[in-house]
């Protein structure tokens, strides 16, 4: 099938929303069993100082703890508002931030950081003085800051206005509530909801159940619980999560050309940010790569940097190691597809 589709249904008895481009997927949310979804806000209660880590660990209530990192002058029994950034690995501390951050489709709002700020995407200067506009109607009375984002250059001023309106009352509402005993104040979107916010362009969008089978979804998933991925020109790509890192294992097939190492890996970088996306992988990440001379590092470098420029998770580059592999750090924000399919 050509173009966009979205289809929203369920893997089992977990919600989950698929993003098809020209008939391959390209993005899949799912939601996780148990515990603190991303997005959730909590009011917790600070306590012991993780010596060495730069954190503390701090009570969410329900028994569910978070580590907080580089908070300043908190001290234990004291209360605050956090909100969780990531997945939690099983028996680790959910990580979370003391800066909060209220997103739909059109609008952030950021209570700490003042201030109204049109995405940079958004060039045409009509666009942009009328989304201003729009902003400083909604917001000039609550003093919180505001983005309206890239999706907002295409949609109508009421819904915008409604959309930021109601991001800036929710922000009201659970600002109100930083007082008392650990408990989840807000919880973070669903797949559906997060497919919504985030997959803006125009799209077929598909609910009935049992849409994933429909459309190939199901079989795409099939393909993603194995370590293989198939690249061009015969090269392949093995990608398989460990407790400590995610391996990236880049070879040439049959190919044994002087160029095949850069070819191969070149492939490989192009191709990771997606496999990672749809795998829900994150944490640390070493590729060995297929052998290239050290002067071709530095045009995979600016390929494999290319490549994660468009992808929605945070991943920093971190670099080479002596043995010649190349090490990222990638944030845990989703479920692993590992967990979905066990």
């Known amino acids: 099938m050509k173009g966009r589709l979205i289809a929203l249904d369920h893997i089992g008895d977990r919600e989950a929303a698929a993003l098809m481009v020209d008939g391959k997927l390209e993005d899949l949310i799912v939601a996780q069993a148990s515990g603190p979804i991303p997005g959730s806000i909590y009011r917790a209660e600070v306590g012991r100082q993780m010596k060495g880590q730069g954190g503390v660990i701090v009570s969410l209530g329900d028994g569910h703890k978070g580590f907080l990192r580089g908070v300043n002058g908190a001290a234990p029994g004291d209360t605050l508002l956090v909100q969780v950034t990531g ?32 995405s940079r995407a958004i060039r045409d200067d009509d666009i942009r003085d009328a989304l201003l506009l729009t902003a400083h109607e909604v917001m ?67 609910t009935d159940a049992g849409c994933f089978e429909d459309h190939g979804v199901l079989d795409h998933i099939d393909t993603l619980a194995r ?42 970088a192009k191709a990771l940010p997606t496999q990672l996306r749809l795998r829900g992988l994150g944490g640390q990440i070493t590729m060995d790569l297929a052998p290239m001379t050290k002067r071709d590092r530095k045009p995979f470098e600016v390929a494999l940097r290319a490549a994660f420029k468009s992808d929605a998770v945070d991943t920093t580059l971190v670099g080479w190691t002596p043995l010649g592999h190349f090490e990222l750090q990638r944030k845990r924000e989703r479920v692993p597809l590992s967990e979905v399919l066990t």
Request: hydrophobic share 45%; glycine share 10%; charged share 20%.
């Open 227 to 268: 370590a293989h991925v198939g690249l061009p020109a015969g090269f392949t790509m093995f990608i398989e999560p460990t407790r400590a890192l995610i391996a990236v294992d880049v070879n040439t097939g049959g190919d044994t050309s002087p160029a095949a190492g850069l070819k191969a890996n070149m492939a490989a």
């Open 140 to 206: 000039d009375a609550g003093g919180y800051g505001l983005i309206v984002r890239s999706s907002a250059a295409e949609a109508d001023a009421d819904a915008i206005a409604e959309d930021i309106e109601a991001m800036r009352a929710l922000a009201e509402d659970v600002l109100s509530q930083a007082n008392g005993t650990p408990a989840l104040i807000h919880a973070g979107d669903g797949p559906h909801l997060v497919a919504w916010r985030e997959w803006t362009a125009p799209a077929q969008i598909e």
């Open 87 to 118: 997945h939690a690995e099983a028996g680790k501390a959910t990580p979370v931030t003391p800066k909060l951050l209220f997103k739909s489709r059109y609008a952030i709002v950021t209570p700490d950081a003042p201030g109204i700020n049109i």
